[in-house]
């Protein structure tokens, strides 16, 4: 009899961990969906080749089936110096994708999108993520450099 009410706690116990699991997994997903769509880059003045520029542009996040398409359009405007950025990932999740002069990694971190590029031998890393009042944060990490936190809202 004891033996039977052991077996049955045991099966509970692996029941409610199999659900937390799930349940888990499920909201990760559901986090990474909330990636998808049309992102636009709140304005804000940076500094390029030591000139005050304006910065704007989109990042364009498309999660689908174990593929990620991650699209960056971005542009400088300065006094002397105007300069445009077009980027596109697009590949299966956890895979290196290989271009000419261009390696790019797409990974999960927990609810981030980790995005790494290393072009012409300069590595890049950008962490796509969810901030609480549903904006969405980039934050753009390269050796050598402060980090660049970018703040988008939905398009």
Known sequence: MWC???RFD???RSLSTAVFLLSASLSFGRI???LNGTWVLLPQPTVY???QVTESGTVTIDIREGNVAVI???TFRGKAHNFRYHDIADGPMNSTLRAPQ???HLRW???ALRLQTIRDGEETVDTFSLAPDGTMTDIVESPGRAPVALMFHRQ
């Open 72 to 74: 960056r359009d971005f």
């Open 49 to 51: 080749h030591g000139e």
């Open 102 to 104: 261009q390696t790019t």
């Open 10 to 12: 045991c099966m509970m």
């Open 32 to 34: 990474h969906e909330e």
């Open 109 to 111: 971190e927990h609810t």
């Open 4 to 6: 039977l009410a052991c």
